[in-house]
């Protein structure tokens, strides 16, 4: 399948922003879809995950309670809603998906549990 997130922007600390990926050529309800984000020089962060059915939620330490993913089946497309918007919160933010499978939860807190991936779209959160 193929994924595109949009939604990015500038905005200041405590502000909100929704990011949403489209999934193209495939059916969301049968996918495992994420989110991740990587700021400059480290690795892909966790930030949420929703598997297939919506049977499991979880979230990043650094954004729970702040965050939550969603999702809307007849327009093919997750989101990942931001309230309280801290600088931290700067980085490329990614969506990712993968097809539906007996694995764990854990599988989905990793970036190399998905195989299809976003182009990313960044958010930048001032001071």
């Known amino acids: 399948v193929q994924l595109q997130a949009s939604g990015g922007g500038l905005v200041q600390a405590g502000a909100s922003l929704r990011l949403s990926c489209l999934l193209s050529?495939?059916?969301?309800?049968?996918?495992?879809v994420g989110w991740f984000r990587q700021s400059s020089g480290l690795e892909h962060e966790f930030v949420a995950t929703?598997?297939?059915?919506?049977?499991?939620?979880k979230y990043g330490d650094s954004v729970k309670g702040r965050f939550t993913i969603s999702r809307d089946d007849a327009k093919n497309t997750f989101y990942l809603e931001m309230n309280n918007l801290k600088p931290e919160d700067t980085a490329v933010y990614y969506c990712?998906?993968?097809?539906?499978?007996?694995?764990?939860?854990?599988?989905?807190?990793?970036?190399?549990?998905?195989?299809?991936w976003g182009q990313g779209t960044l958010v930048t959160v001032s001071s």
């Open positions: 990712a998906a993968d097809p539906p499978s007996s694995k764990p939860l854990n599988h989905f807190l990793r970036a190399q549990g998905y195989r299809d």
């Open positions: 050529g495939g059916d969301i309800t049968m996918y495992n």
């Open positions: 929703a598997t297939w059915g919506s049977v499991s939620v």
